[in-house]
């Protein structure tokens, strides 16, 4: 089996209040129609540039396809109340028939703190509530009783499927992280030949757990401007273990990416 190909949706960008509700219907199509697997939103309440709320972007783009998968690139769940961002995944799942791919994250330091304290979530412990989060998240969602943090006993009517759980990040954390909660290890561009050592790491971090080792979704992966070249490079990242990639947006032209990774996925 081929690996997977995923692409980013046109959620953020300077251009994105000209037409978003058109330009993210059409896009979600299109992919959909090329035959990708997954379409993707990144997640911040205050970026770097403009950008449409996740959660609202991918129920949007579940409600005009059938069979592609939406995904979190990836969630930020430090931002959010625990119990309120397990409502709207298991909601998303429902409209979603299922399809949805929980990417979490911490967030990329490059968009500053601004969202974090408008948020009243304090930057500096992220990483320490996002691991806290994922202890309770998953009966959350299923709509089984999970305690939170202040003792309170919360059970969420209708649960849903849990959907997987990819960890997002290139650090030795995120690994631990995934280890300990994902399904999968996200991270950005960690390099071809870096990934022997870092999925060994990744597998005895699991061990520890005593849980299955965590599958491989590559964010960014350089590759090629050739369809035909990138899907040899594509084939060399299936080989080292890697199940699937979310080719990076080249600049506001969504139509031309997705028409690359098209031709890329036919290459295989």
């Known amino acids: ?75 930020l769940l430090a931002l959010r109340p625990t119990a309120w961002a397990a409502k709207e995944i298991s909601t998303l799942q429902q409209l979603s028939n299922n399809r949805l791919l929980l990417g979490i994250g911490t967030g990329n330091p490059a968009h500053g703190d601004t969202g974090w304290r408008a ?84 597998r005895e971090l699991a061990q520890r757990h005593e849980r299955p080792t965590p599958a491989v979704t590559v964010v960014a992966p350089a590759v090629s401007t050739e369809p035909g070249v990138a899907a040899e490079e594509l084939a060399a990242y299936e080989a080292a273990g890697v199940e699937r990639v979310v080719l990076a947006p080249t600049g506001s032209d969504w139509r031309r990416d997705y028409a690359f990774a098209g031709e890329v996925r036919a290459a295989q």
Do not use: Y
């Not at 980013?8 to 959909?32: C, N, Q, Y």
């Not at 919360?154 to 759980?165: D, E, F, M, N, R």
């Open 119 to 202: 948020a009243n979530a304090p930057f500096e412990e992220r990483g320490t509530r996002t691991d806290r989060a994922l202890t309770v998240l998953p009966d959350l969602i299923a709509g089984k009783p999970a305690t939170l943090s202040d003792d309170l006993e919360v059970t969420l009517s209708p649960g849903a499927p849990i959907p997987p759980i990819l960890i997002a990040g290139n650090s030795t954390r995120a690994r631990r992280r995934a280890a300990a909660h994902g399904d999968a290890w996200m991270p950005i561009n960690p390099g071809l030949e870096n990934l022997p050592a870092l999925l060994t790491e990744l």
């Open 1 to 75: 089996m081929a690996i997977q190909i995923g692409v980013f949706l046109p959620t953020s960008g300077p251009h994105i209040a000209e037409s978003p509700a058109a330009m993210l219907r059409d896009s979600a199509r299109a992919a959909e129609a090329a035959g990708l697997e997954s379409v993707w939103a990144t997640d911040h309440l205050v970026a770097a540039q403009p950008m449409l709320d996740s959660t609202v972007a991918l129920t949007t783009a579940a409600a005009v396809t059938d069979r592609i998968r939406i995904g979190f690139g990836a969630m």
